[in-house]
């Protein structure tokens, strides 16, 4: 071969090579200078620079950044010396917009997933406080959020994502939100700490048009709410929306809203079908574990199975409310609820509370174990032990005497899920 067409050949191989290098093998940056390697300052600057399929180490510290990522790569913080604690912190100025959810509403995420990127994130604190977001038309104060993209969240901590005290009515406020309306990417949400939320602490949600949403599971997270308050009717999880999944093995406890006519649940499926609910742990809620569905959103909480969990001290209202149709109860130990243990709840219509299966559940304490409201028909109710409850099983009402201890009778309300129109 002639030498100028030998070297020519042999440079395009190895510019070919090179680019094929930064796709097919993964690379590792740091953030900070805790370890050798390529560092960075900002993980923003690290994102930006690193190849697809890349590690971002994270070294303990304060990022005062919000950070957007639209390709496949692994985010996570380590360890150095004594120190664990990566933490991302709004930036001196506050938070400001970054992008819209995938109903068009403006949103102020920290740490921001989208483009079908493919992404973990792992070991990361990422902490709300002083984002400098007011008015009820301020963008909705994210912790981590996910938009049509895949990937992993777990063994994070996510807190005080909040509104200031004044606007903390608004809606607005999600500590971890996955939402797609392109195809059902997967996310598993996992082993988390989340706590100190305005609205929510896991949403998962779909288009709300009839169409799928992401498939994710949410497994081992830790969700603690604000406790009793009069401000804002809070949800621990929340999957809705058509998008599916798994909730399994989580704890959730102080979601408990004051005020009128809503309720704060532990573990909210809004008009997503064929969800499964199991040994969670779910305590000091308003209402525990609620199936519902809205005809507005184009689709019903049916086919829910709920199964294994322990529920424990519910204030208020039902510990399971059943407000849809063909859902499983099976399993589960209430202890305290301070309505009714189970309500196959008609007063989400189109769903009339019916055809569902109830059997093997424990309940102790409750004005009815189970509760069959007017409308209810076609349910399978099997063998379930009672202990201290005013009515085994109550049937043709919505409403048992309550406990001692509650005010005022049980009345129909809806659980406040956080909407496509924040209202």
């Known amino acids: 071969m002639h030498p100028i067409r030998s070297f020519t050949f042999s440079c395009l191989a190895l510019i070919v090579l090179v680019g094929l290098s930064g796709q097919a093998f993964a690379t590792t940056v740091i953030v900070g200078t805790c370890k050798t390697g390529v ?12 190849p697809v399929g890349a590690t971002i180490d994270v070294c303990p510290g304060t990022y005062p950044e919000q950070v957007a990522i639209s390709k496949n790569l692994t985010l996570i913080g380590i360890a150095s010396g004594t120190s664990d604690a990566a933490v991302v912190v709004t930036p001196a100025t506050g938070l400001v917009q970054n992008g819209l959810d995938i109903y068009g509403n403006p949103v102020a995420a920290q740490i921001f997933v989208q483009g079908g990127a493919d992404v973990t994130i792992s070991h990361l ?3 709300g406080s002083n984002n400098q977001l007011s008015g009820c038309g ?11 993209s895949s990937g992993k969240i777990t063994d994070n901590a996510v807190r005080d994502v909040l509104m200031d005290p004044a606007d903390q009515g608004c809606q607005l406020g999600l500590a971890i939100n996955v939402e797609s309306n392109t195809g059902t990417p997967a996310v598993t949400i996992s082993d988390n700490s989340v706590r100190n939320y305005d609205k929510n602490g896991i949403t998962v949600s779909g288009p709300a048009t009839g169409a799928p949403g992401p498939d994710a599971t949410v497994s081992a997270n830790t969700v603690i709410g604000l406790g009793a308050t009069s401000v804002i009717a809070q949800n621990g999880i929340q999957i809705g929306f058509g998008a599916t999944g798994s909730v399994t093995s989580n704890y959730v406890a102080d979601d408990i809203y004051t005020g009128p006519t809503y309720g704060s649940s532990g573990i909210l499926i809004y008009d997503s079908a064929g969800i499964t609910v199991t040994s969670n742990t779910v305590e000091s809620t308003q209402l525990a574990i609620v199936p519902v569905t809205d005809p507005t959103y184009f689709g019903t909480g049916d086919g829910t199975v709920i ?18 149709d063909g859902n499983t109860a099976q399993s589960n130990t209430i202890y305290g609820s301070a309505q009714s243990g189970i309500h196959l709840d008609d007063t989400c219509p189109p769903s009339t509370g019916s055809s569902n299966t109830v059997n093997t559940n424990t309940i102790n304490e409750a004005c009815a174990g189970i509760l069959i409201g007017p409308s209810s028909s076609g349910n399978a109710i099997g063998t379930n ?6 009515n085994t099983t109550l049937t043709g009402s919505d409403s048992c005497s309550p406990l001692a201890q509650v005010a005022g009778k049980h009345h129909s309300l809806r659980p406040s899920p956080s909407k496509p129109n924040r209202n």
Do not use: E, R, W
């Not at 993980?43 to 930006?48: K, L, M, P, Q």
């Not at 963008?139 to 996910?146: A, C, E, L, V």
């Not at 032990?385 to 005013?390: H, K, Q």
């Open 307 to 324: 199964k294994s969990n322990h529920v424990g001290g519910t204030q208020n209202f039902d510990a399971l409310d059943l407000c849809s």
């Open 138 to 148: 301020a963008p909705d104060p994210i912790g981590i959020y996910y938009q049509n």
């Open 39 to 50: 560092h960075f300052s900002t993980i923003g600057a690290a994102v930006t620079a690193a």
């Open 125 to 127: 604190t990422v902490d």
């Open 385 to 390: 032990t009672f202990m201290n409850v005013t």
